[in-house]
C-alpha cells in the first residue's frame, strides 16, 4: 500500500507470538504499536490516535470486546476501523462484536494475505471518511462567519452543529447543546406540531424547502425571538436526505418596528381623515360669515355713500375677496396633500392654455399687459383635469407680478417625451437664494400691495408632483423677469 506517509496501526494481544507475527506482517508498510491488555490499549489510542486497530477478544482482565465497546461509544473519537482477532467461530461472539462496534473480522491465526486485504479495505474507508469529515469541519468554520443562526438537525430532529453567531443568539455554549433535541429545548410548545410538520414534509419530499417561513425559539432565558427560517434538506450521494440544513434571521426587532409603523400608519391615516374633515368644518364655517360680508358689502354699495365711504365699502369688499381666496386655496391645497395618485385623460394643453386667457381677459385690458402664446398645438397631453390649476395660478402670478404695459409669453416646447409648457413675464423676477423655496406654501416674496396669498406657487407643485412630473423657476432669458415651467408627458401618437 503506498502512501505520502505510514499509516499507523495498533496491536492489541496478551500473547507475545501473536503480536510478533502480526508485527512481522506489517511493520513494512505501516507504523506498528502495540499494547497487551485493555487497559493499556485505551491509553495507547488516546495518546498515538492509530489508524487501525487490531484487537484480540480474550484478554485477562477487560476483554476484547469491552475495549471496543469504549473505544467505540465512550470515547467519541473520529472513526478509528477494529478489526476483532479471535480463535472464537460462533455466531454469537460475531453478534456481540458488531454490537460493541467492530468493523471485521480475523480468525486466528491470521492468513497474510487476508490481513492485508481487510486493512487495506478498512484504510481506504477511513481515508474517505476523514476527507467527508474534513469537508464536514470547513462547512461547518464557513457557518460561523455567517451573521445569522445556522444549524444542523438530524432525521429525528437532534442538533448535530449551530454556527457560533447561532449559540450566542440563543445564550448556549455550543457543548452544551450539541445533541440535544432541537424541537423540545428551542422550540415554543405551541409551534412544536407546526415546526415538525414543515421538517416531517422536508424529509419526505413533499416540501422542497426553498419557502421561507417563521417560527419563534427559546434563548437561555426562556425568551422568545422570532425568526425567518431557511430550510435545506442535506443528501448523501444516493439522494437520501441525512439532514436538514436550517438558517434563521433574528426579525424579532424588525417585526416589533413593522407593528409599530402599521399603528403609525392607521394613526396617521386617521390624522388625516380629521384634518379632512377639519378643513371641510373650517371651510364652511369661514365662508358663511365671510359670504354674509360679502352679500352686505353689495348692498351697502347700492345705497347712499359719501366718497369717503365709498372707498371703505371698497376696501371691505377687497379684503373680504381675498379672505374667500385664501380659504379657498388653503382648503384646496388641504385636499391636494391627502391625494396620493391621479386619473391622467389625453389634454390639449393649448386649448386649456386659451381657456385660462379668456379667464383673465379683465385683467390683461386693467394693465395693458400684452400676452403672446407662442403655441399653435395642438399639443397632446396626459394630465388630470386639474393641471388647469397650474396654468391659471401662473398667469395669476404673472399678471399680479408684472407692471402694466410689459409683456407675458407662453410656450409650449417639444423635449423628447414630454412637453415643457413655461410662463415668461418680465418683473421683477425671483433671486437665486429664494428660486428653490418660493413653491413653499405660505412663502410670498413681494409683500407690498399684492392681492396674492402665498399659495397659489405650493398648489401648482402638488397638483405637477401628482403628476409625477417637474416644476421650476428661471431668469428671463430675454430680459428682466421670471420664467416660471412645468413639464407633462406626451401621448404617444
Not at 506489517?26 to 490499549?41: F, H, K, P, Q, R
Not at 457560533?164 to 423540545?184: F, P, Q, S, T, V
Not at 364652511?284 to 354674509?292: E, Q, V, Y
Amino acid at each position: 500500500m503506498q502512501s505520502d506517509h505510514k499509516h499507523k496501526i495498533l496491536i492489541v494481544d496478551d500473547e507475545k507470538i501473536n503480536v510478533a507475527l502480526l508485527t512481522s506482517y506489517l511493520s513494512e508498510n505501516y507504523d506498528v504499536i502495540t499494547a497487551s491488555n485493555g487497559m493499556d490499549a485505551l491509553n495507547m489510542v488516546r495518546k498515538e490516535e492509530p489508524d487501525l486497530i487490531m484487537l484480540d477478544i480474550i484478554m485477562p482482565g477487560m476483554d476484547g470486546f469491552d475495549v471496543c465497546r469504549i473505544i467505540k461509544h465512550d470515547y467519541k473519537l473520529d472513526f478509528i476501523p477494529v478489526i476483532m482477532l479471535t480463535a472464537l467461530t460462533s455466531r454469537n461472539d460475531h453478534q456481540k462484536g458488531i454490537e460493541v462496534g467492530a468493523d471485521d473480522f480475523l480468525k486466528k491465526p491470521a492468513d497474510r494475505f487476508e490481513l492485508d486485504k481487510k486493512i487495506t479495505a478498512l484504510l481506504r474507508i477511513k481515508e474517505h471518511h476523514d476527507s467527508l469529515l474534513m469537508d464536514r469541519n470547513k462547512a461547518y468554520e464557513y457557518l460561523d462567519y455567517a451573521g445569522i443562526l445556522m444549524a444542523v438537525i438530524d432525521k429525528d430532529y437532534k442538533l448535530v452543529h449551530i454556527n457560533k453567531k447561532g449559540a450566542e443568539i440563543l445564550g448556549y455554549k455550543r457543548d452544551n447543546i450539541i445533541n440535544r433535541d432541537w424541537m423540545d429545548l428551542f422550540v415554543a410548545e405551541s409551534y412544536r406540531d407546526y415546526v415538525k410538520g414543515k421538517y416531517d414534509k422536508l424529509q419526505k419530499g413533499d416540501f422542497k424547502g426553498a419557502e421561507y417561513h417563521e417560527y419563534p425559539v427559546m434563548t437561555i432565558t426562556r425568551k422568545e425571538k422570532l425568526f425567518r427560517w431557511y430550510d435545506t434538506a442535506l443528501t448523501d450521494r444516493e439522494g437520501n436526505i441525512k439532514s436538514i440544513l436550517i438558517s434563521g434571521e433574528d426579525i424579532t426587532e424588525k417585526r416589533r418596528d413593522e407593528i409599530k409603523l402599521m399603528e403609525y400608519a392607521d394613526q396617521l391615516k386617521h390624522s388625516n381623515e380629521l384634518k379632512d374633515l377639519f378643513t371641510d368644518v373650517l371651510r364652511h364655517d369661514l365662508l358663511n360669515p365671510a359670504g354674509l360680508v360679502k352679500s352686505f358689502t353689495e348692498l351697502l354699495e347700492e345705497t347712499d355713500t359719501t366718497d369717503k365711504q365709498k372707498r371703505l365699502i371698497e376696501n371691505i369688499k377687497r379684503s373680504n375677496l381675498k379672505l374667500i381666496e385664501l380659504i379657498e386655496d388653503a382648503a384646496h391645497l388641504a385636499k391636494l396633500e391627502s391625494m396620493e395618485e391621479m386619473v391622467f385623460i389625453r389634454t390639449d394643453i393649448v386649448s386649456l392654455i386659451k381657456d385660462e386667457l379668456d379667464n383673465f381677459a379683465s385683467e390683461l385690458k386693467n394693465k395693458n399687459i400684452k400676452l403672446d402664446l407662442m403655441s399653435g398645438g395642438p399639443h397632446h397631453a396626459l394630465a388630470n383635469p386639474m393641471i388647469k390649476g397650474v396654468i391659471s395660478n401662473l398667469l395669476s402670478n404673472a399678471i399680479k407680478y408684472v407692471p402694466p404695459n410689459t409683456t407675458i409669453t407662453i410656450k409650449v416646447d417639444d423635449i423628447d417625451d414630454k412637453w415643457k409648457v413655461s410662463v415668461a413675464d418680465q418683473g421683477d423676477g425671483i433671486p437665486d437664494k429664494d428660486k428653490e423655496s418660493v413653491f413653499d406654501r405660505f412663502n410670498r416674496l413681494h409683500k407690498e400691495d399684492i392681492k396674492g396669498n402665498g399659495i397659489g406657487l405650493a398648489i401648482v407643485k402638488r397638483i405637477v408632483d401628482l403628476h409625477g412630473e417637474r416644476v421650476g423657476v428661471v431668469d428671463n432669458a430675454e430680459g428682466k423677469g421670471a420664467v416660471f415651467w412645468f413639464t407633462l408627458k406626451k401621448v404617444q401618437e
